[in-house]
């Protein structure tokens, strides 16, 4: 039997539209779950973008103070997209009030921050999902598979890439993404934060790092009216950029793999430029986001002059299956976060986590909490 489970969104910029149509499609891919999400409400701060999204997508109604969220008995389980110095607030209320919570990374603005949201889940004993949707990606879960096996041999080194353009024009609006007190660290939560859970999710734990930080566009220009997704903004009076537009990072394994993480969100000339490359010491395998349907895998028996071949993943890839019935059908970004949706509402209906929990954001966040002070201080830094 199925059951309805009464949903909320917090937040309704496009994060808060991804997680709304996720919740729509979910059934449709996975129609199995024995629970269905119904829109109950969306809250939403800004003058009638609440109303707007439940007429587009029929939420029961809607509110302007999330509070009205936590105090809604209707509501069973919410998602938190709302900027990131309101996750903690928001998160440990939500959990608090009972309800389960589908939240945003990098989840605050600190450890600290991801680690209330944590205690909070864990005392309330509700579930507790984030969104590191790039490891919902079957070629990175066919990668991962691969480098369990063994077949790659011993992972020796990853590089890490996350290099965009979404903050490089230098008239791009000085909104809360780049304010410490509300957007917490620049790149490293925007991109970074899904970099290390990257990391971790294909070689484990990370044992120390070393960072270095830039910002290259010190002023943005106030924006004089509400804001949506990267917004430009010209006329408005010039402020500071308070936070990172640039980290690379060196980082030990407790393996004793090595890697580089690097991110950038002035990166001219560069859209979703995300991947990785992990070697072993049989083979190796190589992802790129923008193709993320193939997965180069070398492996075999010469070492040198060994061969890339591109594998094409089909159904028996992860999630794959659930949305094409054969290999080289393309999916995209709005598909990871509907495989998101189901662990999140699978967590809910058997009361045991499924995907990246809240311990995954507090060890991302320990690491980009080390990155800062690594750059700072000029120093490696111990994850303990």
Not at 21 to 38: D, I, K, N, T
Not at 69 to 80: E, G, I, K, L, N
Not at 87 to 116: C, F, N, Q, T, Y
Not at 209 to 216: E, G, K, Q
Request: with cysteine; proline share 4%.
């Amino acid at each position: 039997m199925v059951h309805t489970l009464g949903v909320a969104v917090v937040g309704f910029g496009w994060m808060g539209r991804v997680h709304t149509q996720a919740y729509q499609r979910v059934l449709h891919h996975f129609p199995e779950l024995p629970v269905r999400p119904e829109l109950v409400t969306v809250a939403e701060e800004v003058p009638g973008r609440a109303e707007e999204a439940a007429a587009r997508y029929g939420f029961a109604s809607t509110a302007r103070d999330w509070r009205e969220v936590a105090a809604d008995p209707r509501v069973h389980a919410v998602s938190v997209t709302a900027p990131n110095f309101l996750h903690r607030e928001i998160g440990v209320a939500m959990a608090g009030a009972g309800k389960h919570l589908w939240i945003e990374k990098p989840v605050g603005l600190s450890a600290a921050d991801a680690g209330a949201v944590a205690d909070a889940v864990a005392k309330a004993g509700v579930q507790g999902t984030v969104g590191f949707n790039y490891r919902n990606a079957p070629a990175v879960a066919y990668a991962r598979d691969l480098l369990a096996s063994g077949e790659l041999g011993t992972v020796t080194h990853v590089r890490i890439r996350l290099l965009s353009d979404y903050a490089a024009h230098p008239d791009s609006a000085l909104t809360w993404r780049y304010e410490r007190a509300r957007g917490g660290t620049g790149v490293l939560g925007d991109l970074a934060s899904h970099g290390v859970d990257l990391a971790r999710f294909l070689l484990g734990e990370i044992s120390a790092l070393a960072a270095d930080t830039a910002v290259f566009i010190p002023e943005r220009a106030r924006p004089t009216g509400a804001t949506a997704g990267h917004t430009l903004a010209t006329g408005g009076a010039l402020g500071p950029v308070e936070n990172e537009d640039y980290v690379s990072c060196l980082l030990r394994f407790a393996s004793g793999a090595r890697g580089v993480l690097e991110a950038c969100r002035v990166s001219v000339g560069e859209q979703n430029n995300y991947g990785f490359e992990v070697h072993g010491t049989r083979g190796a395998v190589f992802w790129d986001y923008r193709r993320m349907g193939e997965l180069g895998v070398s492996r075999g028996t010469s070492y040198q002059d060994q061969p890339v071949a591109t594998v094409f993943v089909g159904p028996g890839h992860g999630e794959y299956g659930a949305f094409q019935p054969g290999a080289a059908n393309a999916m995209g970004y709005d598909d990871l976060k509907v495989v998101e949706a189901r662990n999140f509402l699978r967590s809910i209906a058997e009361g045991t986590p499924c995907g990246p929990t809240l311990t995954d954001a507090v060890h991302s966040a320990t690491a980009l909490d080390a990155m800062s002070r690594s750059a700072a201080q000029g120093t490696w830094v111990s994850l303990g």
